[in-house]
């Protein structure tokens, strides 16, 4: 006996962007997330075009799980061929490209397929586990030892993406994998949009706590938009039941770019936008970084591993001038600091007779801040017993010549 899977499905094009390069299909069988990217040059139409194309897969595989990953990798990359035809025919859309992360039921196993940084998860007894790794730069730098997963999340290259669907590739890599499931499981398909600003953490506490799997999905979207939703968010929820669920009828669901229009009929592009590129050429800037790809990988890693390197040489560099700067400060205060003590004076003893001193009558340590001035040679016996006491105690006077005064008037030059 099979297992059943009951799913949810949402999408919203966030705080900052103006159009949704997002796609997301739930079906019966079939379930999916693609990011986009090419800007308004073409991401939405990339996501969408994907997302239609494999929709085609979501028929009760009669495979085996293997057969089936490998049944949806020749999809994808029959899809990625269209998306290279696409920007033949449409030159205007050069560099668009989509992530691609989703899954085939077969009985009681998945069938995953995944490429770029969207993502798969499973909550298993109460415990979120990440199943996907991202094919970006900064996960290879994590992966190779060069930085920690904390720094990843704010590494300047975290958009570059290493492998993706679109006109960069006529053969990319892509992951396929059987996967082990089990009644109760929770599989979340994600774009960026949600994992790049909510922790794990709480996306755990959020399918922990939420009682309807579209609960579940509407609370992980306002997670993210209260983190202020820079990017597009998807996200597709499914669950794992006991017992299969007899499909009646099909009930193929879509988000995102994909549910707004048709990508192709008879070969032509069918989005409203693209009516209006063929009119006219339109060019706006995008208000945040989206991921982008590199092709040239060993290149490019060699130059940001050099990049990374002088960056953190200046790093170094900057923190040795700022403890410079501190240490100077610091000497310069405490100079200052005791010149200000030299310029004092005060008479004190030093037991036998009464002694002019330089500075003030405290010490740091073993450093004493005061020295002899003159000894004036006048023993201390000599002097009455309040004058005794008042040099004992010292007196404190504002420069050699007062201090000269205050022995004077003693009676010292009597002496």
């Not at 308004?40 to 997302?51: N, R, Y």
């Not at 020749?74 to 030159?91: F, I, S, W």
Request: proline fraction near 4%.
């Amino acid at each position: 006996m099979s297992y059943g899977y009951n799913s949810a499905i949402g999408s919203h094009v966030g705080m900052v962007r103006s159009n949704n390069q997002d796609s997301g299909f739930a079906g019966d069988y079939l379930y999916l997330v693609a990011d986009g990217m090419g800007g308004h040059a073409g991401g939405d139409v990339a996501s969408a075009l994907v997302a239609k194309e494999i929709s085609s897969q979501d028929v009760r595989p009669e495979s085996s799980p293997e057969m089936a990953g490998l049944t949806l990798r020749n999809a994808l990359l029959e899809a990625n061929k269209k998306l290279r035809g696409t920007v033949k025919d449409h030159p205007e859309l050069a560099g668009l490209g989509t992530t691609f992360c989703g899954f085939l039921t077969v009985g009681k196993q998945l069938a995953l397929a995944h490429i770029g940084d969207s993502r798969l998860y499973r909550l298993r007894d109460g415990k979120l586990e990440q199943i996907t790794k991202d094919h970006t730069f900064v996960q290879r730098l994590v992966d190779s030892g060069r930085i920690t997963e904390e720094e990843a999340k704010f590494h300047p290259r975290r958009s570059v993406l290493m492998r993706v669907l679109g006109d960069v590739e006529s053969a990319p890599e892509i992951d396929v994998s059987v996967l082990d499931t089990q009644p109760g499981d929770i599989w979340l398909l994600c774009s960026d949009g949600l994992c790049g600003y909510v922790e794990d953490p709480d996306i755990e506490k959020i399918l922990r706590r939420s009682h309807t799997l579209q609960g579940a999905v509407d609370a992980l979207i306002d997670k993210s938009l209260a983190h202020g939703a820079p990017d597009n968010v998807t996200v597709v929820l499914v669950e794992t039941e006991a017992e299969e669920i007899p499909v009646e009828e099909p009930n193929p669901r879509f988000v995102g770019s994909a549910a707004n229009a048709p990508v192709l009929r008879d070969g032509e592009i069918t989005t409203a936008r693209m009516r209006l590129l063929s009119r006219r050429r339109v060019r706006r800037v995008p208000v945040v970084e989206e991921s982008h790809f590199e092709p040239r990988v060993d290149e490019y890693l060699t130059e940001l591993l050099a990049e990374t390197k002088r960056r953190n040489a200046r790093r170094r560099l900057m923190w040795l001038l700022g403890v410079v700067a501190v240490l100077c400060a610091i000497g310069g205060a405490l100079l200052f600091s005791y010149q200000w003590t030299q310029s004092r004076y005060f008479v004190g003893t030093d037991g036998d007779t009464v002694i002019i001193y330089q500075g003030v009558q405290q010490s740091i340590g073993s450093l004493s801040l005061y020295s002899v001035a003159e000894d004036t040679g006048i023993p201390l016996e000599a002097l009455d017993g309040m004058e005794r006491r008042q040099i004992q105690r010292s007196l404190s006077a504002g420069s050699l010549s007062e201090a000269r005064d205050i022995v004077l008037r003693l009676g010292g030059d009597e002496q």
